[in-house]
């Protein structure tokens, strides 16, 4: 019988891992609550309408379809069993609860969105985790602008007219650009009563910098350029209040301020996947605030070496006592999963355990808009053009499937071109937005 691998998560973690079982003479199962795989890194361009979800999303099955030794499974997972050696899923359609032996489990779930406590904010100030999400933000940008159109009252006008993005981190800075385009650029003449470059685009922080990952010359490089598209950052500021008519911030100094603002986004923090807490309750282990669960150097479950996890769901201890400082970025996951497969191909082949993961930082790249974006390369650091282009570059080289590759280089082409926007559509989430899942797998 061959050696039974089950995969959690159809992500960037789970689906490096899957490739780099190519021929181990292994039967993968590969579990998703979704039938596709999502580019997160592009996510923002469907929410401010650059790009379609479908040019950012694969369907697994197509992805797959020459590999027969994986089987694709659509569900979520329910509850693990430890010592036999399963998985039970609750999948599609009207069926019973399906158990799923395995001999080795790769967990890779992904994150979602975290609020601090705060999750009755989520329906107020929606994240940027799943296709659903970046619907809703899109629904909720170019409505805001047709709700001014039509409102002759200067208070509430303004208020529409005001977009909130909390969080200055890649997706927050990345975000707060695009909507800068949106209204200085993308929709300057195609209204009659506003000006939409008059809206105002107040990017939030709680540090003292954007871009905390980066070298604080790129963050101040970064600040600069979003000035430059009509963002004010401002940094130091909690938020301490969301409500539907606004936000309440609390500054370093102990006073709070009043936002008045009808469209606010949510980009400050994430939450490990569900299946983070379903492994440390069979292993009886501890979460952190992130709901994360640690794993061992080796990115093993403690006490189970034929259980590894991975990305944003897990914590990796750095074997003296500390865990490693990995970033929640994509780089990460992959290189982890091919990490798992080579442990997988090594106990087939009765080799011992291979060296403890190490993370390779091949660098950061954040885009801002158009011609503007900050990078750092194995120690170089890069703003405007050639850290644009090298963003353009490796999102393309990283996209999954062709016939993505291409559709999305037309788009970015005519749209560089044109200075349009080819899906700017209001259209409701098909569900209401959850935040719960980057790489949805458990439930």
């Given at each position: ?197 008059s809206a105002r685009i107040l990017l939030l922080e709680g ?46 100094d102990g006073g709070t301020d009043r936002i008045a603002a009808?469209?606010?986004?949510w980009a400050a923090g994430v939450q490990a996947s569900g ?169």
């Amino acid at each position: 019988m061959s050696h039974r691998v089950v995969v959690i998560g159809g992500g960037f973690g789970g689906l490096a891992a899957v490739r780099r079982l190519k021929r181990a003479g292994t039967e993968i199962v590969l579990i998703d609550r979704r039938n596709f795989h999502l580019f997160q890194p592009l996510l923002y361009q469907v929410a401010t309408g650059s790009l379609t979800a479908g040019e950012i999303a694969s369907p697994l099955r197509g992805l797959l379809k020459r590999r027969r030794d994986v089987t694709v499974m659509l569900g979520s997972v329910t509850s693990l069993d430890l010592e036999a050696r399963a998985v039970v899923i609750d999948p599609v359609g009207d069926r019973d609860a399906v158990t799923v032996p395995y001999d080795t489990l790769i967990a890779a779930a992904g994150a979602g969105h975290a609020y601090f406590g705060h999750d009755e904010w989520e329906p107020l100030a929606p994240g940027l985790k799943t296709v659903e999400d970046a619907i809703e933000i899109r629904r909720r940008i170019l409505t805001a602008f047709e709700a001014a159109e039509a409102d002759d009252d200067p208070e509430r006008r303004a208020a529409w007219l005001t977009f909130v993005i909390v969080g200055a981190g890649p997706t927050g800075v990345e975000l707060a650009g695009q909507i800068g385009e949106i209204a200085r650029d993308t929709l300057r003449r195609d209204f009659r009563s506003i000006d939409p470059a008059s809206a105002r685009i107040l990017l939030l922080e709680g540090d003292d910098r954007v871009l905390t990952a980066f070298d604080p010359r790129l963050s101040a490089r970064a600040e600069r350029a979003l000035g430059q598209l009509g963002v004010s950052v401002q940094v130091g500021a909690l938020v301490s209040g969301v409500d539907a008519r606004g936000v309440t911030v609390t500054r370093g100094d102990g006073g709070t301020d009043r936002i008045a603002a009808r469209t606010v986004v949510w980009a400050a923090g994430v939450q490990a996947s569900g299946l983070a807490r379903l492994l440390a309750a069979a292993n009886g282990a501890e979460t952190d605030r992130a709901g994360r669960v640690t794993v061992g150097p080796d990115l093993a479950l403690p006490g189970h070496p034929e259980v590894m996890a991975l990305g944003d769901m897990v914590r990796v201890a750095d074997g003296a006592g500390g865990v490693l400082p990995l970033p929640g970025v994509a780089p990460v996951a992959m290189q982890q999963g091919r990490y798992a497969a080579d442990a997988v191909r090594r106990r087939l082949a009765g080799r011992g355990p291979g060296p403890p993961f190490r993370y390779r930082d091949k660098g950061n790249l954040a885009t801002i808009g158009r011609l503007r974006a900050v990078g750092e390369i194995k120690g170089l650091r890069l703003s405007g053009f050639p850290a644009w282009a090298g963003w353009l570059l490796v999102h393309l080289f990283y996209l999954s499937g062709l016939q993505n590759r291409v559709l999305v280089m037309i788009r970015w082409t005519v749209s560089f071109v044109t200075h349009g926007r080819g899906a700017r559509l209001i259209t409701p989430a098909e569900d209401p937005p959850t935040g719960r899942g980057g790489s949805p797998g458990a439930g």
